[in-house]
């Protein structure tokens, strides 16, 4: 009687025990998936708990060194183009796409002109002066003439050049000869240099494809845009090309670098940045710099090394848990 007793209690408690096993279960997993991530050292880090199940979310990739095609587009302005001199020995007659810059070029022209009158005039001044037939005063007023035309010509220079011209190609210039201006992301300079060859597509002419040439590069960046101007050239011999035209110019370009997913890379403040994986339950936000944009990729010239592991899916998840949101 006794042992059937003891055996009724001892599988009663089993039965509570397991009971008690498979409620708690789920009570750990509902604990884990209510746990909230640590994030620490001035939102540099975030720390989730071991086993937490929202770990399997967030995907990660390898930095590698890989050699990627980039097509790099962008709008082209026509801005120029020669036409035949009106007789011989005439310079070229350029016709601009804006009647300021035509006023620019004109007076570009003149101050070239007149400074070289100027210049006769200060040496044969000096010479008179050197030989007692002019006054101080006389040279004095001859050299302040060539100063005042040779600042209204640097002035008429730097104007030149903003809008993308080279004062000295454009008086060499062939008849046919086409001017374009591109503006290009500061992160793409590094990739455009001078001479490299691009394809132009006008809407005017569907189907049909021009090609051109880089001929220079702005030193001057936009401040609010974060572009530079790049002048593109080209030949125009069947006259189809005018000052106004909209186009789109494309550089196919290889490039090679350390690279990692688009997705991976995130903006705040101006600056970019990249989850860096450290462990098994750790995301270390990293500062970068990057470099050229392909379609898929992006590179990384600064910030993380080769192997190691980013985030590369739910990054803004996790951009997300650093501001609290």
Known sequence: MMNGINRFYISLFLLCFVIWCKKAEPKKQTDLENAQPVVSEDGKTIEFLKD???????????????????DLEASATVIGKVKEARGRGLP?????????????YSAYLQNLSTIQIAKKNLSRTKDLFEHGASTGKELSDVSGELYNKESNLAEHEAKLRREGFSPESMQNAKTGTIWLIADLPETELNIIAKKIKCSLTFPGYPGEHFEAIAETISEVLNIE???????????????????????KVNFRLKESGLMVPKQS???????????????????????????????????IHQGIGEGEIVVSKNVMLLKGILFGI
């Open 52 to 70: 937490s199940p929202h770990l399997k979310i967030f995907l990660t990739t390898e930095a590698k060194n890989l050699d990627i095609d980039i």
């Open 92 to 104: 070229p007659v350029i016709l601009f796409a804006s009647p300021e810059l035509t006023q620019t």
């Open 225 to 247: 845009t974060r572009k530079a101007r790049v002048r593109l050239v080209m030949q125009d011999n069947e006259s189809k090309i005018r000052p106004g035209m909209f186009g």
């Open 265 to 299: 890379v995130f903006t705040s403040n101006a600056k970019y940045y990249v989850f860096v994986k450290k462990g098994e339950n750790v995301f270390e936000k990293r500062e970068v710099t990057i470099s050229t944009e392909g379609d898929e990729y992006i590179e």
